[in-house]
């Protein structure tokens, strides 16, 4: 048995052409039952591709469809005289498609409120009749809007040209494999990446500084390291929904990017992502499990960010020296706050959720907007400095479960003055309020205290 090689349809004996799909047959080029078809073709759902090429070519067609039954709409108004409905619609027409002469046509014979006289008459045709046959004198002001109308008309044909001269010599300014944008080579502006990449690569944009904004393509699922690093006037980026990946560094030193919303797919803000950059506003996506090392460093204009609540790590650094930054609420799902992570920031308010289990060097460090700060029993160790040189910090409440409070954790907190610490704490290392106010403090019975813990004026109590 012989097959068709285009369509697969069975044939009998040695016809030129096949009887399904009219393909030209020579010698040779027809496929026996062992020549592969089906290993090329497999066991296709055939009414169901059908079903599918159907609803592509329904799609594509659908806009068609809908300005010819406006076209006809129209006509069928103007032919029941009904011009103040049909000249509406033919005007927007002539708006929504100025490539189809159509519209505008049936807009000037709706005007002479004579339509039928001028069936199959031209554009200038109708002009002149529409004004002889009607006799009104205002009908000659269409010789000035046919202008316009044409005026329009071939700068939307221009308009068409250039952006397509536009696309094939900007082709030449990306560096492409694979789907992978390698490299740009171009001097920047308002950039959009060709729909064939899938990926922006490393360093792909890297120091492009006159770069001001990125159009990125819907089906690309990473942005790789430093990928747009250095690019400082950049100002406008969306990032499609199918993103999956931010690589290290991709938006580092972006001195213009104000705002950025990162797609629901991403998991991960890795490390130094945001380093410096312009942000004021961030917007993270719910199911974001990791804020890498030193993600926001260095943001000084970002006043707020709300930490989802499957995070489960806020790597070092990640807040450091976001001046700007006032309040932020660490939900129970974050088990550590990293070294420095917020340190050298704006905040004045912290709140701190049941779940937390440990606060790294240095966390909250010289934060000196800082009032009071709640810390839950669910943190089993407080690490060293982590509060040091909060200079306006006046009220510290440790919950029962706290175990540690590190060396030198309110170091330098010179108006810190009340403190309550619980039954549960075991261990105060040395210097832990060096240089705090307080002229008393409660201690569990049995508690190890380091050297210098408490100022030499506090009195210490045993409970």
Known sequence: MKYCPEC????NGTPKFCPECGTKLSEGSTQGSDDGFFERFGDADWEELGRELDGQIAAENAPKEAY???????????????????????????????????????????????????????????IRAAQEISGKADLRGYDKEYAEYAARREKYFADKAAEKEKKIRERGLFEIEGGVLKKYKGNGGDVVIPEEVWEVGDSAFEKCEGLTGVTIPSGVRRIGMNAFAGCSRLSRIELPAALEELGSGAFLWCYSLKSIQIPDKVRRINAATFIECGLVSVSLPKDLTLIGERAFYGCKNLTSVRIPEKVSEIGERAFGYCKALTNVAVPGS????????????????????????????????????????????????VRATAFDYCKNLVRVVFREGVEEIGDGVFQGCCTLWDVTIPRS??????????????????????????????????????K
Do not use: W
Not at 93 to 116: H, K, Q, W
Not at 353 to 381: D, M, Q, W, Y
């Open 8 to 11: 697969g349809a069975k044939l």
């Open 68 to 126: 010819k039954k406006k076209l006809a709409l129209a006509r069928a108004d103007a032919i029941r005289g009904k011009y103040k409905e049909a000249e509406e619609i033919y005007e927007a027409l002539t708006e929504e498609n100025p490539e189809d002469m159509n519209g505008y046509m049936g807009f000037i014979r709706v005007a002479s409120e004579n339509y039928t006289k001028y069936e199959g008459v031209g554009i200038e045709k109708s």
């Open 334 to 381: 974050v088990k550590i706050i990293g070294t420095q992570t917020f340190q050298c920031t704006g905040l004045c308010g912290v709140t701190l959720s049941e779940g937390v289990e440990e606060i790294g060097t240095e966390a909250f460090g010289h934060c000196e907007n800082l009032g009071e700060i709640t810390i839950p029993g669910s943190v089993k160790r």
């Open 425 to 462: 704490v075991k261990k105060i290392g040395s210097f832990a309020f060096f240089d705090c106010k307080m002229t008393e403090a409660q201690i569990p019975r049995g508690c190890n205290t380091g050297s210098g813990a408490f100022p030499q004026n506090c009195r210490v109590i045993e």
